[in-house]
């Protein structure tokens, strides 16, 4: 089925060229969140990633800077010229994360959480929609449903892997939803290596098997140093791994007669 691109800030996913968010799984400092962009936007992401309000499956684990990054990521964006995404996990945030990100990211664990979906159904910003961890795809595009229900047709929907009877890796990364997706929906579909995985040696060979299957884009996790990560350091690249991915990816793509999308 022809997909129906989605624009966040400057740039178009789902159309003609390959899209690819990256950034740190959570914004931690201005140190470490305006570094990461700029590595990641030299190496030539598009759009910018970082987490403000974390969903986490301790409650001691870091949760977020919450609020007080407002700021910071409005200022860095700007700088750097880059669309942001951020995750909203309760709908009391939206009305002051609207004046922050270009989309609103809905995480694995809120994939079923419909009143969020219909808050999100009457925003005007695009919505990365992550697959529930355990998530049927029907019961994901269900999901995206809920959006569209409230007028919002931006949606795009991220594959992160799920939980299957595999405990070898963190998650089972489902290329076959890819597929699925391109072929039975209009959504742009990108695929987000990091939590799919969890483990970042991992993270470059899954990014290639994904553009190769047809994904629109990637959305992958880096660190200035992994090993000091208050989220997933295990499965995040560091600038120099991330520049080689982005070097082995435009070669794949161009193998398909595909591009990168750049920043102009
Ligand atoms: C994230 O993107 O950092 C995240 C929490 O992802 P997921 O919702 O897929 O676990
Ligand atoms: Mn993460």
């Known amino acids: ?67 007080s990054a407002f700021s910071m990521a409005k200022e860095i964006k700007s700088q750097l010229g880059m669309g942001f995404i951020s995750e909203v996990t309760d709908p009391r945030q939206i009305g002051d994360l609207d004046d922050v990100v270009d989309a609103f990211q809905v995480g694995s664990r809120n994939m079923h959480n419909y009143e969020l979906l219909k808050e999100l159904g009457k925003t005007d910003k695009p919505i990365v929609l992550k697959r529930g961890l355990s998530g049927l795809i029907k019961e994901w595009l269900h999901a995206a449903e809920y959006i ?86 295990p499965q995040s690249l560091n600038f120099n791994e991330f520049n080689l991915l982005m070097t082995q990816l435009e070669r794949v793509l161009e193998s398909l007669d595909r591009k990168l999308g750049k920043l102009i």
């Open 1 to 67: 089925m022809k997909t129906t691109p989605v624009k966040i800030a400057n740039i178009t996913i789902g159309g003609p060229e390959f899209t690819v968010i990256a950034g740190p799984c959570s914004v931690e400092s201005q140190e470490q969140f305006s570094s990461t962009g700029l590595a990641v936007k030299k190496s030539g992401a598009s759009l910018l990633r970082g987490g403000i309000f974390k969903l986490r499956t301790r409650p001691e684990s870091f949760q977020g800077l919450g609020s």
């Open 148 to 233: 569209l229900s409230q007028g919002n047709e931006q949606i795009v929907l991220c594959e992160r892997g799920i939980r299957t009877f595999e405990t070898a890796t963190r998650n089972t990364f489902d290329l076959n939803a890819v597929a699925y997706i391109k072929e039975n929906t209009p959504f742009p579909i990108i695929a987000d290596p990091s939590h799919a995985t969890g483990k970042s040696s991992f993270v470059t060979p899954l990014s290639l098997a994904a553009a190769a299957a047809g994904a629109d884009g990637l959305m992958i996790e880096v660190h200035p140093n992994p090993a000091d990560a208050k989220s997933d350091g």
